[in-house]
């Protein structure tokens, strides 16, 4: 049994519930996800849920809800019944990913999440830009961002990676950890209250599940060894998962991602804060920071203010959410060309046939 503040539960959730019958409804939050089956927690208890098949319909544009939701189920949870889902409310953030595949719409890895570490390894995965991808993502996401450097205990050079991590992401609290040796533990702790929901992203091997049995203080998710050639993970954590501290507060450990795909634009101002404050002295607004008369930017990187790299992959990172978000209208204008391909072969037909032709 839980209490529903100490699941996350907050006035957000609760105006989302009709007054009259608020005393009657069964909140419940999705812990995890199988192939459709979900986990669901509840002051009544804990179990299995399914979508309802009105829902299911419902949801078919914006899609099936992810780990963190907040739900209203018909039946209190249990552990030997599936129960139904008949509503989801509104997110109060969501951290999202560009899904693999023909997949057009972008995949829920968690929501109604306040805090989001990026965690990476200070071994030879260890990768500044790859930091800053997931920052914008979370960024956008409405969480607060955080970055856990771990496997310190592997790392010769750690002022250095820690300047250049800060120097990247201004702005936003950088731990230092060794889970493996339960160091630095004490201050990523202190960031997980009672009611808040903490989630950790990053690539295979990382270590995030290895901090999570650490801050749980037991072995209960599963980890695996990484490649001694390049510190890569084997992608040991399959699904994403909510895990309650004793303390309170939860963790949502989540699977590694082979690459993080930005998809829009959003939370790169943020990452690129230098960037933008710059950007907004271009002598004009619609400045491409290239070859325009008065352009801040430009005569930053010219004064050694700004690295001429940082814009570069400034550039990249934009360029490369232009473009998904360009490919996913391709995608909707090819299917919406089918249709009307359908339609005009008919009509052809149509003409042959009433023409008295085979
Ligand atoms: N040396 C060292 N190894 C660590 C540390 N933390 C984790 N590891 C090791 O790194 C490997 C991967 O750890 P996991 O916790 O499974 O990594 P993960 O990020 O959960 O990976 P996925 O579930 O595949 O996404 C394991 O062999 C851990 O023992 C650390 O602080 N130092
Ligand atoms: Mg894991
Ligand atoms: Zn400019």
Redesign the pocket.
């Known amino acids: 049994m839980y209490e529903l503040s100490a699941l996350g539960f907050g006035p957000f959730f609760e105006q989302q519930l009709p007054s009259s019958d608020r005393l009657e409804l069964i909140p419940a939050r999705i812990a995890a996800e199988h192939r459709g089956v979900y986990e669901v927690w509840s002051t009544e208890g804990s179990g299995r849920a399914q979508l309802a098949g009105r829902l299911r319909r419902e949801l078919e544009d914006a899609g099936p809800p992810g780990v963190g939701d907040w739900t209203v189920v018909k039946d209190a949870p249990d552990p030997h019944h599936t129960t139904v889902i008949e509503r989801v409310l509104s997110r109060r953030t969501v951290f999202t990913r560009g899904a693999a595949g023909r997949e057009t719409r972008a995949q829920v890895v968690a929501a109604n999440v306040d805090l989001v570490f990026a ?1 990476c ?1 200070l ?1 030879a995965d260890f990768n500044v830009h790859r930091i800053e991808r997931y920052l914008a993502r979370i960024w956008a996401s409405g969480a607060q961002p955080a970055v856990i450097l ?5 790392c010769e050079d750690l002022g250095g990676r820690l300047a250049e991590v800060e120097s990247h992401c201004v702005g936003v609290p950088v731990y230092v ?5 339960s160091e630095g533990l004490d201050a990523v702790r202190a960031c997980v209250h009672d009611g808040l929901t903490v989630a950790l992203v ?10 999570v049995n650490a801050l749980l203080g037991e072995d209960r ?6 490649r001694a050639t390049d510190g890569r ?5 399959t699904h994403r998962q909510l895990v309650l501290l004793p303390a309170g507060g939860l963790l949502l ?1 989540t ?2 991602m082979r690459e993080l795909q930005l998809v829009d634009e959003d939370g790169l101002g943020d990452v690129f804060g230098d960037i933008a404050a710059l950007a907004s002295r271009c002598r004009y607004r619609d400045c491409h920071h290239e070859t325009e008369p008065g352009c801040a930017v430009i005569e930053a990187v010219e004064s050694g203010e700004l690295a001429a790299d940082r814009l570069a992959h400034y550039r990249k990172l934009e360029r490369e959410a232009q473009a998904f978000a360009l490919r996913h209208d391709d995608r909707k204008r090819r299917k919406a060309e089918r249709v009307w391909g359908q339609l005009s072969d008919e009509v052809a037909q149509l003409r042959k046939w009433k023409g008295g032709k085979p």
């Open positions: 965690v390894g071994d771990n496997k310190a205990d592997l950890t060794s889970a493996l040796r990053g690539s295979s091997g990382a270590g995030k599940s290895t901090l998710m599963r980890t695996g060894e990484v993970g084997c992608h040991v954590t450990d699977p590694g």
